[in-house]
């Protein structure tokens, strides 16, 4: 049991690793703000005090990334990682002065182990991500621009590193660039930059049927099954297994669908000028017939002043509207100011963005409205309130949080995958003890409105 919850640790860890690459040492930190809204139906001040003492920092460096909870301007738990050629690296103040360590390998011995225990979305779906970023550690794949460069032989890699043994989606994945076609010339439009290249991509029905007959999508559909009906024998799994592929088969078979995607880009491919996007979809399910179309249209336009950002989007689905606005000014001054709206069935939702430069320190908002009754989308007022505000600030890290992970080698760390039963339960002990000590300094760090309030609730 203790390695079945260690296994999923592991699975969630590898989904953060992807991004780790090449990057300058910077702390994000972000804190949330309760609107009127919310501490009105509350009743209680330390509804927002507890908000004003909470914060989660994010940080990276040229090889490391890791995030850090504090309370009350003190930092309670952080937690770090790394990959290189010979596997994955975690450090926490929860473990002690010890890096702990995974061998690539090894990591693929337990996940391949772990499909036996873990639901269908667990271990097996994130083999291909191991795949990847194995081949990314050894440099085989290129981390940054993994899918933008668009050319046969990068996707052919990439697919035969995911999908080593599933030709359906290897042909999938490759069948994606052999659909895009690449055009360089002049391409103007009203309200848009010039653009220097046209890029154009399509799918049909027969790109989706690759993914259903896919080995991938097999494999996960019965590890569901697994997880859902445990009681099942192997004999009742193949057949439930069969039925929901063939249901599968049988919807997507039949289904009308068609995705057109045109981009215009410049500097080089780089950046992206504008977009026109559009997809229909039309199947059958129980006899009724089920519809679904989206179009997407975006705008990038220079001036003196900055960047303006405009894009617009329209979904309906089974006969519901689903409205879309997005605009953003990047001001050439550092100051940006934008929102992005949805509107369906009466309801808005708007979050409206702000951001400035102060020193050496980015500080972005995002607030979030809601509005009812609306017939469009429009701004809100200035006296509506947000339901929720969200705040990012930005700047250089000092903290060494991540020397650590930084400096450890796959000979100084701890292989934990090689520690004994008894060994292990010593690091899970000292996990919890470490553990306890951080929840109460995180209660001692609480404001006193909060102490008070925790006080007066009942134990049930």
């Known amino acids: 049991m203790k390695r079945k919850w260690f296994y999923l640790a592991v699975c969630l860890l590898l989904a953060l690793a992807l991004p780790v690459n090449a990057m300058a040492a910077m702390r994000h930190t972000l804190s949330i703000q309760p609107g009127d809204l919310i501490l009105t139906a509350s009743g209680e001040e330390a509804v ?16 490391a990334v890791g995030m850090c909870l504090s309370v ?87 697919a035969e590193t995911m999908y ?18 690449f055009e360089e010339g002049s391409f103007t439009a009203e309200g848009r930059d010039a653009a220097t290249g046209k890029l154009t991509f399509a799918m049909d029905q027969s790109d989706i049927m690759s993914i259903i007959e896919s080995d ?3 494999r996960t559909i019965e590890m569901t099954i697994r997880t859902t009906a445990p009681d099942l024998s192997d004999e009742e799994i193949d057949q439930t297994l ?25 500097d080089e491919g780089t950046a992206l000028a504008g977009l026109d996007m559009e997809m229909k979809m039309a199947f059958t399910v129980e006899d009724a017939e089920q519809t679904m179309s989206m179009t997407v ?32 000014m990047q001001g050439a001054d550092g100051v940006s100011e934008g929102m992005l709206a949805f509107l369906s069935s009466g309801s808005q939702y708007s979050f409206v963005y702000n951001a400035k430069n102060e020193d050496d320190v980015r500080h972005r908002t995002l607030d979030l409205y809601m509005r009812a009754g609306a017939v469009s989308i429009i701004e809100p007022a200035a006296a509506d309130r947000p339901l929720l505000s969200f705040e990012v600030s930005s700047g250089e890290d000092d903290s060494g949080l991540l020397d650590a992970v930084e ?3 796959s000979e100084t760390a701890v292989d934990l995958l090689k520690l004994s039963e008894e060994e292990m339960l010593d690091l899970a002990r000292n996990f919890q003890t470490r553990a306890m000590q951080a929840v ?15 006080g007066n609730v009942p134990l049930i």
């Open 440 to 454: 109460y300094q995180a209660l001692a760090n609480l404001p006193a409105s909060v102490i008070e309030l925790m």
């Open 242 to 266: 069969d039925q929901a592929m063939q249901s599968l088969h049988d919807m997507y078979e039949g289904m009308d669908f068609t995705m057109d995607l045109t981009a215009y880009t410049l």
């Open 297 to 328: 249209v975006y705008d990038r336009l220079s001036s003196e002043k900055g960047v303006q950002h405009t894009a617009r989007l329209t979904e309906e689905v089974a006969g519901v509207t689903v409205e879309g606005s997005f605009d953003l």
């Open 48 to 63: 927002g005090d507890l908000f004003d003492a909470l914060s989660l920092s994010f940080l990276h460096d040229d090889d």
């Open 407 to 409: 400096d450890a080698t």
């Open 72 to 158: 009350g301007d003190e930092d309670i738990a952080d937690y770090s990682f790394k990959l290189d050629t010979a596997g994955l690296y975690m450090a926490s103040n929860l473990f002690g002065d010890d890096v702990l360590f995974v061998r690539w390998e090894d990591l693929s011995a337990m996940l391949s182990e772990a499909s036996a225990e873990i639901s269908g979305m667990g271990a097996q779906t994130l083999m291909p991500l191991l795949n990847v970023l194995q081949a990314v550690a050894a440099n085989d794949l290129a981390a940054n621009g993994l899918l933008q460069t668009a050319q046969p032989e990068d996707m052919k890699a990439l």
């Open 216 to 218: 991938y999508m097999r």
């Open 164 to 181: 080593p043994d599933d030709k359906n989606m290897q042909e999938y994945l490759e069948g994606i660039v052999n659909n895009i076609s």
